[in-house]
Antibody, heavy 118, light 110 residues
Framework: QVQLVESGGGVVQPGGSLRLSCAASGFIFSIYGMHWVRQAPGKGLEWVAFIRHDGSKHYADSVKGRFTISRDNSKNMLYLQMISLRAEDTAVYYC????????????WGQGTLVTVSS | QSALTQPRSVSGSPGQSVTISCTGTSSDVGGYKYVSWYQQLPGKAPKFMIYEVFKRPSGVPDRFSGSKSGNTASLTISGLQAEDEADYYCCSYAGSYTWVFGGGTKLTVL
């Protein structure tokens, strides 16, 4: 069965950097696009970034220029490199797999918490 | 991209039906057939419930149904059960490989 396991969250100071990872299993990782979606404490879901199976990358305006999504198909791994972190980036970060037409999110990981605070 | 508009809360008694609306614009909900819905139980990851406006993934009860008219999509849950109590989020494709979520609706089963 599909499994997505995020890691790498933690506490970081404003202006700092962090790299999140998502280990995928149970499906052919290389042929599916993958997303990062975040949820600030007590708030709703916010789409963050998407990487297609072909490696093309797309970002929400709120993170463009600061976050970089990447993947390593040989390791079945998804990454999110975050720099210039702000307090408003504090959230649980979920990785999610695209559905059959690449327009929805059919499986989600359990999330990893990023806290940006001095 | 502005978040899609959902009611903050809805409620219903067991056995009743409730409908959650999700209003966007012609650039997202109204412009594409790619509206999806997610259920989030407290402290858990979201779960895929509806895709392409009205389609149900395998394993989702047929008590859950979706529809769309113009710039507004809706999720209807019939035959409410206590286990349906959760937060529900709509999401729409917004073009150029970008997506927008709704603010979420808390469903209370009375």
């Amino acid at each position: 069965q599909v499994q997505l396991v995020e890691s790498g969250g933690g506490v970081v100071q404003p202006g700092g950097s962090l790299r999140l990872s998502c280990a995928a299993s149970g499906f052919i990782f290389s042929i599916y696009g993958m997303h990062w979606v975040r949820q600030a404490p007590g708030k709703g879901l916010e789409w963050v970034a998407f990487i297609r199976h072909d490696g093309s990358k797309h970002y929400a305006d709120s993170v463009k220029g600061r976050f970089t999504i990447s993947r390593d198909n040989s390791k079945n791994m998804l990454y999110l490199q975050m720099i210039s972190l702000r307090a408003e980036d504090t959230a649980v970060y979920y990785c999610a797999k695209v559905g059959s037409e690449e327009r929805d999110f059919d499986f989600w990981g359990q999330g990893t918490l990023v806290t940006v605070s001095s | 991209q502005s978040a899609l508009t959902q009611p903050r809360s809805v409620s219903g008694s067991p056995g009743q039906s409730v409908t959650i609306s999700c209003t966007g614009t012609s650039s997202d909900v109204g412009g594409y057939k790619y509206v999806s819905w997610y259920q989030q139980l407290p402290g858990k990851a979201p779960k895929f419930m509806i895709y392409e406006v009205f389609k149900r993934p395998s394993g989702v009860p047929d008590r859950f149904s979706g529809s769309k008219s113009g710039n507004t999509a809706s999720l209807t849950i019939s035959g409410l059960q206590a286990e349906d109590e959760a937060d529900y989020y709509c999401c729409s494709y917004a073009g150029s490989y970008t997506w927008v979520f709704g603010g979420g609706t808390k469903l209370t089963v009375l």
